[in-house]
């Protein structure tokens, strides 16, 4: 199984920055794409950005130019830099791996429990 470990969230004012981490571990052979979804009360669960093994990202349009994805894959580790955060960005946070435990078969999805970013007005 795979187990991921969210740290970084927090509360913080409109225009100020958090830093995600999410750690990947368990018996893994590989992960393809990790990334952070986040969840708004009364909404549903959105994409916010993902970033592949070999470094290509994919981020949301609310959060382009203000969120940065990185990984670190030695570490299976994936990143979510947030700067000039608005009140629409608070959210429940979670990370997510594509992950193959054994080569021979096909990779799953694979959650964190979440971490509550609150940016207040």
């Known amino acids: 199984q795979v187990q991921l470990a969210e740290s970084g969230g927090g509360l913080v004012q409109a225009g100020g920055s958090l830093r995600l981490s999410c750690a990947a571990s368990?018996?893994?052979?590989?992960?393809?794409?990790m990334g952070w979804y986040r969840q708004a009360p009364g909404k549903q669960r959105e994409l916010v950005a993902g970033i592949t093994s070999g470094g290509s990202t994919n981020y949301a349009d609310s959060v382009k130019g203000r969120f940065t994805i990185s990984r670190d894959n030695a570490k299976n580790t994936v990143y979510l830099q947030m700067n000039s955060l608005k009140p629409d960005d608070t959210a429940v946070y979670y990370c997510?791996?594509?992950?193959?435990?054994?080569?021979?078969?096909?990779?799953?999805?694979?959650w964190g429990q979440g971490t509550q970013v609150t940016v207040s007005s």
């Open positions: 368990g018996t893994i052979f590989s992960i393809k794409t």
């Open positions: 997510y791996a594509d992950a193959k435990l054994v080569p021979w078969r096909p990779g799953g999805d694979y």
